[in-house]
């Protein structure tokens, strides 16, 4: 038994050191990269309405904190500062709105800076320092526009765009993996987003790349001469079907399945298992936007109304003019115009897998009775006023000319 407690005790003591090991690795982690004697600039590209993170990757061993700086570009002498210098801002994504500031879209957690719904406005200079202006580690991060991207459907023979080759540079799309399926049990689709990147050895050396001679198209690595032509080569997107299986679900218990037995036999409905609802009103006329809870940009999003599947072939903007109905390239669903056959339950899927509802209900709106402090009815009597007032002037004037015209014409009469 005594043996038994010291090999427990010297176990546990092992176990100590080994967590103790494992706290200081952890805390060496800015050790194993050094920064660099000259800053540079690491290049980084992303699609409007992502959410990216920038690690600091290297600091002082004394700096316990540091602030970051958003530039627009090297020569301005006009930085950004992405901190309060007291603590960290910490953000909810869930309140965050794409068109707000940056500075109402960004977060620091453990020295990396996170930027909520990005747009092409925040494009620039990222840098990590100090409140006193030492700088450690910077970015260049090149945000494209999604709103004239190209789409090809895969399914339909349609091919992405072809590499532009000039005699000084090369514009490409460089694609990312295929996403998700979007659906399981059912056909569901992919897609694969691609960014413009361009190949030059014109490209300033104080930014540094994945590959040597390459960029994104916004970067400010691109010369001056160049950049117009890139600018003309739009991000895109591929999209194909798929079908994938359902992960197999929990058999319900004893007690659930019993009480799906009585229900059933009592003639109604048996016990069916559904995600979470929420009920919503619009009136007729309106415009409605629903975004997929917890879903990002990147993430692979499918929408479909009751038991129609709405498939991005044909409800993705810009497949057809006059869309009334259409999915926008940040997996929201729009609803322009809100009439009586909009009407039903909207059912959400993320990452292959149904995670809410949103129960839609068409009203009318209600016809209320005018008061006499209302905007509109102070407004119209104004108005009636106004113009009564000048006809009243109006027809003043004319008589009076009228009688000094007879007036001034009776003793020639006479």
Known sequence: MEMRLLGAAVLLCLVDVLHAFAIEEKGDVFKKMACPAFLVFDNAAYLADMTFELPCNCKPEDVSSVVWYFQKNMDSLKSTV?????????????????????????????????????????????????????????YDVDVQSNKHIAVAF???????????????????TTFWDWSRCDRCGVRGEQRRIGLCYLRSTQLHPRYRTALPNVTSCGSRAVPTHLQRPARLRRPEVAIRSCLAPCPKEE????????????????????????????????????????????????????????????????????????????IDHGNHLHIQRVSAKDGGTYFCWREGEMVAGFRLTVTHAQKRRRSLYDPETIYAAKAIGIAYAAISVIFIITYLCRWCWRALRGPARI
């Open 154 to 172: 895969v399914d339909r023979g349609q091919h992405v765009q072809d590499d532009y080759m000039e005699k000084l540079f090369s514009l490409f």
């Open 251 to 326: 058999a319900p218990k004893e007690s659930v399945q019993a009480i799906a037995n009585v229900i059933a036999k009592l003639g109604e409905q048996p016990w069916v298992a559904r995600v979470p609802t929420q009920f919503h009103k619009q009136s007729v006329g309106s415009d409605l936007v629903i975004a997929c809870p917890g879903a990002r940009p990147e993430h692979a999003v499918a929408w479909d109304k009751d038991t129609v599947r709405l498939y991005r072939s044909r409800y993705l903007l810009g497949v057809s003019k006059n869309m009334r109905v259409f």
């Open 82 to 138: 992405l901190t309060d210098f007291a603590d960290t801002v910490v953000v909810d994504s869930g309140h965050i709105h794409a068109g707000s500031s940056i500075l109402k879209r960004f977060s620091i957690r453990m020295f990396s800076l996170i930027v909520f719904h990005a747009q092409v406005a925040d494009s620039g200079h990222y840098l990590c320092g100090t409140k006193t202006g030492d700088f450690f580690y910077g």
